[in-house]
């Protein structure tokens, strides 16, 4: 597989960085996975569930906006120490405050590890395998996802202790391997950078409103049908099964094609209809899950198709990675925040998915205007 990616000189680095994402994927899979019965647990509410994940996205921008330069390992290890500190700040949760704290903690990982780990794969892929290699990076944390949220879930039933023991060995793990990546410096001009993305941040921006769903939603309000850690991780895993195989058969089709449009207007229609869907399946279990995995069999096809398109259209990964996540953590934000007036006025939130399925709807119309617009320029 990787000496049809990549050229002999580049296959080194690039299968040490995915076996470095494979890692830290582990770690974040595992670590991560089980925390919504916990914070039910700890005696959180929905609600302030729904807001500690807002407040995770205000960390990530809160990060992009002060720094101005930072070096690959640093960021890298900095991400892991943000991660574990986290993990310290949320173990026994006393307050409201100490959640949102934790949660702002954790926003810092986002950006410090996945622009640094986004610019180091995109710049070790030909352009012509840009689909193929997107799909590979895409389906690495679903794979690992089959077997670490069974893991967490059955360590968690036991103990949640023993959760946070291997979250610290994960930790020194990953913390560790970064030693053997290669390193670059990173520089977040993002007011340059704004400008540069033009043709696409609109888009970018709605991909991050509707992400509200997978990331903040779906996690919380399952809690109303699972409540248990193992059965929690059964979930994830469930989750995770329904994206694998689809995302890397489809990214190898799409570098063949050359047309990543092709699969994009289809799988965005198919999320926004599946989005007006949900208010009918939030009181029965059953299609709650067929719902749920439907979303989670798109979502990888969408990020990997998505990505591979703004690559294409953005070239200079060092200069579009940064404010790409920058753009997507302020859509996911407000998508949060109307998530959380809804969980906050309705018993049983609706109006949320009737918004975040029309903003998906958007997204189709606005890339078909934008690619009218730039062949007729």
């Known amino acids: 597989m990787f000496k049809s990616l990549i050229s002999n ?36 509410s929905t609600e302030q569930m729904i807001l500690g994940t807002l407040y995770t996205f205000v960390g990530a921008c809160l990060l992009m906006l002060f720094v101005n330069k930072i070096s690959a ?14 993990i310290l700040l949320i173990m026994r949760i006393v307050s409201p405050a100490q959640f949102y704290l934790a949660s702002v903690v954790s926003g810092l990982y986002i950006p410090l590890f996945h622009i640094a780990y986004n610019i180091a794969h995109y710049r070790l892929t030909p352009a012509h395998r840009t689909g193929y290699s997107s799909a590979i990076m895409f389906s690495i944390f679903p794979v690992v996802g089959l077997v670490a949220p069974l893991a967490a879930g059955w ?37 340059a950078s704004f400008q540069a993305i033009k043709s696409t941040r609109l888009i970018v921006f709605l991909q991050g409103i509707w992400e509200s769903l997978p990331f903040g939603i779906i996690p919380v309000f399952s809690l109303h049908f699972i409540k248990s850690p193992l059965y929690y991780g059964t979930f994830i895993a469930y989750l995770s099964l329904m994206s694998v195989i689809a995302n890397l058969v489809l990214g190898h089709l799409s570098d063949k094609l050359q047309r990543r449009l092709a699969f994009l207007y289809p799988i965005t229609l198919l999320m926004a209809v599946t989005t007006f869907l949900f208010p009918l399946v939030t009181a029965n279990l059953v299609f709650w899950l067929i719902l749920t995995g439907v979303v989670q069999f798109l979502c990888p096809l969408f990020w990997n198709f998505s990505a591979a398109w703004f690559v294409d259209q953005h ?21 949060l925040f109307f998530a959380w007036i809804s969980f906050r006025l309705e018993i049983i939130p609706t109006n949320i998915f009737y918004l975040l399925g029309a903003v998906m709807l958007l997204y189709p119309a606005v890339l078909f205007y934008n690619t009218k617009h730039a062949t007729r320029s």
């Open 73 to 86: 390992r640093l960021s890298w290890r900095l991400s892991f120490i943000a991660s574990f500190l986290t």
């Open 155 to 191: 360590l968690a039933e036991i103990n949640y202790l023993y959760v946070w023991i291997f979250s610290g060995i994960f930790f020194l793990i990953t913390f560790l391997l970064t030693k053997f990546q290669t390193d670059f410096p990173i520089k977040y001009d993002l007011s």
């Open 9 to 44: 000189s580049r296959r080194q680095l690039f299968l040490n960085l995915v076996i470095f994402n494979v890692v830290v994927s582990l770690s974040d899979s595992f670590s991560y996975s089980v925390l919504k019965p916990h914070f039910a647990s700890e005696g959180l």
């Open 315 to 335: 070239p200079d990964h060092n200069r579009s990675m940064p404010i790409r996540e920058l753009v997507l953590a302020i859509g996911r934000i407000v998508g």
